[in-house]
């Protein structure tokens, strides 16, 4: 199979470099499961040639050049027109799951505000306007500005209500504004870019520090879509995002279940029930996906409500909470769930011929 990175994290294989891709874990996957990865890039696609060049690992890595493999675990970002091209190319002569890792965030919200079992989960939301502004204001006194395609955190905003205006929570500070003057105060801020605005969840807290839940969702060996495992990210201290590239601390959620004063299993349950859900609308929505991460909150009844889907989860949750199974598992199901659509096309193939 193959596994696409982006270049850089190509690049640094065989000095073991590649940031939060635990390359190893693919090895070890592979291995026990008859399944030889290929590390690719898009910048080593060679499309006239129907061949890419990387690394296989077999007592040690190798540097070389292979035919397209016929499934590819899409793990890149296509930020340029020449790579998006080339994703392309391979979309044509392979199958490539999760060949999209990001998606806009209005996008998702309306894909998922069409299955009426999911519906009570979202927060009420809709695009960045100052006529939708002005209206989300005068319906709830916290609210969240988030750019449309974004991660880790960056670029949201908080407002909320105060007896004397608004008071506006940036990344690197805060001010109070009339009712009149947020509009103009936040966008300058944002700019042009596309921003949606979404009614703030009342998170459920962790020594007075709001947090969220990571879940990973992936399909396995027999295709289904099934919870590889869940993890806490409580905020920092001051701050109104949890992501862990913000300061958010990682804590398993038993213990943040626990301390909150929630039934464990039970919220446990109900959070793995809405992410194989969201999972599988998202699944007939969007083309061959297979591998996401979820950040899923909790109020303090325990009820779960859908934040956002990453579409390249990068899973080092599992390992800051020592969740080391876990983690592991996150990068054998993409292995098996490559192997299962494998053989799929070739029990296909055979019955085509006969």
């Given at each position: 199979m193959g596994i696409l990175l982006d270049p850089r994290t190509l690049r640094g294989i065989p000095s073991n470099r590649t940031a939060h891709e635990k390359i190893t874990y693919y090895n070890r996957a592979g291995r026990v499961n008859?399944?030889?990865?290929?590390?690719?890039?898009?910048?080593?696609?060679?499309?006239?040639?129907?061949?890419?060049?990387?690394?296989?690992?077999?007592?040690?890595?190798r540097f070389v050049k292979r035919s397209?493999?016929?499934?590819?675990?899409?793990?890149?970002?296509?930020?340029?027109?020449?790579?998006?091209?080339?994703l392309g190319f391979l979309r044509k002569k392979s199958t490539v799951f999760n060949g999209q890792t990001r998606y806009s965030k209005y996008r998702i919200h309306q894909l998922l505000d069409q299955n009426a079992d999911i519906q009570s989960?979202?927060?009420?939301?809709?695009?960045?306007?100052?006529k939708n502004l002005e209206m989300m204001m005068g319906r709830f006194q916290h609210l969240f500005i988030k750019p449309t395609s974004g991660s880790l955190g960056i670029g949201v905003i908080k407002i909320e209500r105060k007896d004397a205006g608004w008071l506006i929570h940036s990344r690197k500070n805060r001010t109070l504004k009339s009712s009149t003057k947020v509009y103009p105060a936040l966008r300058k801020l944002i700019g042009?870019?596309?921003?949606i605005i979404q009614k703030a969840?009342?998170?459920?807290?962790?020594?007075?520090?709001?947090?969220?839940?990571?879940?990973?969702?992936?399909?396995?060996?027999?295709?289904?879509?099934?919870?590889?495992?869940?993890?806490g990210k409580v905020a920092a201290k001051g701050m109104h995002v949890t992501n862990v590239a913000g300061g958010g601390k990682v804590i398993r959620c038993e213990e943040l279940f626990a301390h909150a004063g929630?039934?464990?299993?039970?919220?446990?349950?109900?959070?793995?029930?809405?992410?194989?859900?969201?999972?599988?609308?998202?699944?007939?929505?969007?083309?061959?996906?297979?591998?996401?991460?979820?950040?899923?909150?909790?109020?303090?009844?325990?009820?779960?409500?859908?934040i956002e889907v990453n579409g390249r989860d990068l899973r080092y949750s599992f390992r800051n909470a020592k969740l080391y199974d876990n983690w592991y598992k996150t990068y054998e199901n993409p292995i098996l769930y490559a192997k299962y659509l494998y053989h799929k096309q070739e029990a296909h193939k055979k019955a085509s011929i006969n």
């Open positions: 008859g399944v030889l990865p290929f590390y690719m890039s898009l910048d080593l696609i060679r499309p006239k040639q129907n061949k890419a060049e990387g690394y296989i690992f077999s007592n040690g890595y397209i493999p016929k499934v590819i675990h899409n793990r890149s970002m296509t930020f340029t027109k020449l790579s998006r091209e080339k989960h979202l927060p009420y939301t809709v695009l960045f306007s100052k042009k870019a596309s921003y969840i009342p998170l459920a807290k962790y020594k007075g520090k709001p947090f969220d839940i990571r879940v990973s969702v992936q399909r396995g060996a027999e295709g289904y879509w099934q919870v590889t495992g869940m993890v929630l039934p464990v299993e039970t919220t446990k349950k109900a959070i793995s029930t809405l992410g194989v859900q969201i999972a599988l609308h998202l699944g007939h929505k969007l083309s061959h996906l297979a591998d996401i991460g979820l950040d899923i909150g909790v109020d303090g009844s325990g009820f779960p409500y859908f």
